[in-house]
Nanobody, 127 residues
Framework: QVQLAESGGGLVQAGDSLRLSCAAS????????MGWFRQAPGKERAFVAA????????NYADSVKGRFTISRDNAKNTLYLQMNSLKPEDTAVYYC????????????????????WGQGTQVTVSS
């Protein structure tokens, strides 16, 4: 069973960049498909980005495409989300998620498809 811990959130101004990290422990990281989600106050948890087990394919929500980049380092058991050109509407708690996914390179963009979640990290973008 994998445990996930996000870090890297903070308060930034519009147009700034942040890099979130998600450290995984307790499992074989390369067997898990990974994703980033976010939840703003009063809203449901929303898909941000996904990456397959090897890091060879990615998928993004339209709202972040071209600004955010998901990546992973399987040797370091770490998932990343590089966020550029941040906007106030990106303000949310960001969660990383993992899905046990041996033998396939499928990506997943629904929160219901993930088995494990981190505790979240707050990102606040001021205008």
């Amino acid at each position: 069973q994998v445990q996930l811990a996000e870090s890297g959130g903070g308060l930034v101004q519009a147009g700034d960049s942040l890099r979130l990290s998600c450290a995984a422990s307790g499992g074989i990281f390369s067997i898990y498909a990974m994703g980033w989600f976010r939840q703003a106050p009063g809203k449901e948890r929303a898909f941000v980005a996904a990456i397959n087990n090897r890091g060879s394919n990615t998928n993004y929500a339209d709202s972040v495409k071209g600004r955010f980049t998901i990546s992973r380092d399987n040797a370091k058991n770490t998932l990343y989300l590089q966020m550029n050109s941040l906007k106030p509407e990106d303000t949310a708690v960001y969660y990383c998620a993992a899905r046990w996914n041996p033998g396939t390179l499928t990506m997943f963009d629904s929160a219901r498809q993930y088995n494990y979640w981190g505790q979240g990290t707050q990102v606040t973008v001021s205008s």
